[in-house]
């Protein structure tokens, strides 16, 4: 190898960045979601303290983590499909699906509990390799696919569940959304290390690389239709996931409580920092994101707010937490 | 240097009967190319004479509608440039392919991480490989942990060419790899070409500048109309023009226009803002005024300044002895200053939809009647402009994107030109533009001055400025280093005047 150096160029010639600027800069996204999550996690408190009269304790907590954790399964999928500059409007219809399946054929021995987990994530994964398929394959735009999806996956939950019912096996219950402590935040952890090993795999790469450019991938040499296919097949799985954790925490079944979790999902990765164009983002923002959203309904809630006037706050919330998000990164860029 | 051909040489690559078509237009017709190993093989021809198709099918890019690829003297069927990398075929295609979110260590060993033992990415380790990678090829100045986008355009190019020069490549295909690199850069890059030749690797590679194709070409194969013409041990560029175009072109570089009484009309006295400082300069009427200088010295930011795309942080600018504010681009389009920018593709031209539309874009209600665009005179202004500038394409409502570099960038010139703009800021328009439709430009160019149209010229080739301009300022570090006319204006000062202090040329 030559050694005649180009180094001789000081207009050129810039200071290597130091290590935590780099790991500051490169995750800011994901930093700026933390500081959502930690404003709001403040003003929970502020407002359950001036309305309650003391300090959320544990059953808050417990509560608050057993509802996150839906939301933040399916968020993750979501990041994965946004990631690949696509989007899944079906998360809702998969974990109504998931989540009537698992109240109806859910029954209290060890055999049933663990084939029926791997059944319903089996179909997650079916339903979205269904989604994958008619995009990555076929070609047409996620969102017309992932809304005619959304619609048939519903219809296929009211079938299988027309009136909320079926039962869930107290010691299901105990093992995903524990009552009584905040066991699922295990859950959260184990989503964010799987994130961080995808991140670190070829697949994980193949996915951050399509949503970068996809003709740029596959001059790159990758198969963009297989890792298209799959970040849709691991999102139905994740919503899959999510509609376990729904049933598991309501201790029974309805084919329709998953149906907003399509429009949450996407509030929930774009607080987290996730870009809608694709390319850009972390599960982990995601997972973040579900916090804030979570902590945003548990604020109106504890400020008595109208529940009639619930998505009107949430809207407004959002709003600010997008213009804020980009406003700051707009400023960074600036700055740098 | 390979003065004769071996007989018994099997070629690195072939190509032989390859044809492939783009919506109507024929960009390879019947073409045959072949290259030796060890060899460096320059391939020339005007912009949209296919080579880069060429290159895009050999590289397992594109597939050809007929013809057949083979690899050392085997038959190939590229699925994807995967199969090409699978059989040591690497090409740095024209338009860069690195992911602009992802970091340049990401980028460089794309495909080759650093795994610890679960098989998962070591990303620190695979940070510490590129940057010894890069150290090993002498580059020091790129930091492999900086994101792709936050990096320069020659930079990147740096990069991917990095990438694909340590790949252990037996063919190596480089599309226009020097467009954007800056004379030291192309040096390197030279040496880095010299040592794979001698280790065998066979090296195709595109340029439009012929010092460069003279300078390290060992056979040059010339291609026009979507096939080759020859191939040759020995050209001279007058040949090579005629060959390419198959007409004599007598000069490369048009007479200068006259210019009489010169009029001033953009008169701007101390501008700055981010990347310049204090930079005044006077423009006139019919006057062709060159801007020269090393790339990243603040010529982008005055151009954009100028054409409200960037905001100023001082100074005046006044036109035609008004003082005007030109704070985003409309204001001035509106005052009658129109540019025309070197990247084509993301600052003007809007790819998918048709030439027509394209070049009336701005001018949309010169050709309407009541808010309706009428077909007759917008199709009558198209043939016209299309006809004036020679845009050469598959009919009015070709896609832009379908184009060549070099029509593109006529069909952005001739949108400004419907605009009766008075003022044209020309951008580096000529990188990456063929001989013949250079010639074309300039033609137009001397045209445009010598009807009193004002026109402020960048080039990053000094030679363009010496034989066009009739004044040329040179920037460094944000500021006029040097003007140089008359006898003064040659491309060696104007080189000398961008690294070094203007008193000491």
Known sequence: MPSEALADRPAIAKPRRRALTHGLTQNAPVLLALTMLIVSLVLYVAIFLLTQHHLPGGFEITTTVNDTMPLAAAAAGQTLVVLTRGIDLSVGGIIDMSNAIAAVTLRDTPASMSLVTVMVLLIGAAAGLVNGLLVAVGRLQPILVTLATLSIFQGIAIRILPQPGGSVPQIYTNILANPNAPWSLVYIALLGALWWAFRRSSLGVAILAIGNDPMAASSNGINVVRARVMAYVLAGMLAAAGGLFLAASATGGDATTGDSFTLRSIVAIVLGGVSLFGGRGSAVGGIIGAFITIMIANLLFFAHVNQLYESFFEGVFLLIAVVAASGIGYLARRRA | ?505
């Not at chain 2, 590229?78 to 040591?88: L, M, N, S, T």
């Not at chain 2, 792709?148 to 599309?175: G, H, N, P, Y």
């Not at chain 2, 700055?272 to 006139?284: D, E, N, R, W």
């Not at chain 2, 063929?434 to 009807?451: C, P, S």
């Open chain 2, 1 to 505: 240097m390979l003065q004769t051909v071996a007989a018994d040489l099997v070629p690195a690559v072939e190509g032989i009967g390859l044809s492939r078509s783009y919506g109507g237009v024929r960009a390879l017709n019947n073409a045959t190319f072949s290259a030796l190993p060890g060899e460096v093989h320059a391939l020339v021809g005007e912009n949209g004479a296919g080579k880069s198709t060429l290159i895009k099918v050999l590289g397992g890019r594109v597939r050809p509608e007929s013809g057949t690829v083979r690899v050392m003297g085997e038959n190939m069927s590229f699925a994807g440039p995967h199969d090409a990398h699978r059989a040591g075929a690497w090409t740095v295609f024209q338009e860069l392919t690195l992911l602009p979110a992802m970091t340049v260590a990401e980028n460089l060993l794309f495909g080759r991480p650093v795994r610890n033992r679960f098989k998962l990415i070591d990303r620190a380790g695979t940070e510490r490989a590129a940057d010894a990678l890069l150290n090993g090829l002498g580059i020091t100045y790129i930091d492999p942990r900086a994101l792709v986008e936050d990096i320069s355009l020659a930079e990147r190019q740096v990069v991917e060419i990095a990438r694909a020069i340590t790949q252990d490549a037996k063919i190596l295909f480089l599309d226009e790899p020097t467009s954007s690199l800056v004379e030291r850069e192309v040096e390197w890059l030279f040496r880095q070409i010299r040592r794979l030749r001698a280790a065998g690797t066979s090296i195709v590679f595109t340029s439009h500048r012929w010092h460069e194709i003279r300078n390290i070409a060992d056979r040059i194969t010339v291609f026009r109309a979507g096939r080759e013409v020859g191939t040759y041990t020995e050209l001279d560029e007058d040949h090579a023009v005629t060959l390419m175009t198959d007409r004599r072109v007598d000069a490369l570089y048009p007479a200068r226009s006259l210019l009489l009484a010169p009029t001033p009309t953009l008169e701007v006295k101390g501008l700055a803002g981010t990347g310049i400082s204090g930079v005044s300069l006077t423009l006139h009427k019919g006057e062709i005024l060159g801007v020269g200088g090393l790339a990243g010295h603040g010529h982008r930011e005055l151009f954009f300044m100028l054409f409200g795309a960037a905001r100023a942080a001082g100074g005046t600018v006044t036109l035609n002895g008004r003082p005007v504010r030109l704070r985003r681009p409309r204001a001035a389009i509106r005052a009658g200053i129109a540019l025309v920018p070197e990247d084509r593709k993301s600052e003007g031209l809007l790819l998918s939809i048709g030439i027509r539309e394209n070049l009336t874009l701005s001018v949309l209600r010169r050709v309407s009647r009541f808010g309706v665009i009428g077909r007759r005179r917008e199709q009558a202004l198209c043939r016209q402009m299309v006809d004036r500038l020679r845009i050469r394409s598959g009919g009015l409502g070709a896609p832009v994107g379908t184009l060549s570099g070099g029509n593109q960038q006529k069909v952005l010139l001739g949108r400004w030109l419907l605009t009766d703009c008075q003022i044209l800021l020309l951008y580096d328009v000529t990188r990456g533009v063929d001989v013949a439709t250079k010639h074309e430009i300039y033609d137009l160019m001397m045209r445009l001055a010598g009807q009193g149209k004002a026109i402020l010229f960048y080039s990053s080739e000094a030679e363009e400025l010496a034989h066009l301009a009739h004044r040329v300022l040179v920037l460094r570090e944000g500021r006029v280093a040097a003007e140089l006319s008359g006898a003064a204006l040659t491309a060696e000062r104007i080189v000398a005047a961008s690294v070094r202090d203007h008193h000491a040329v």
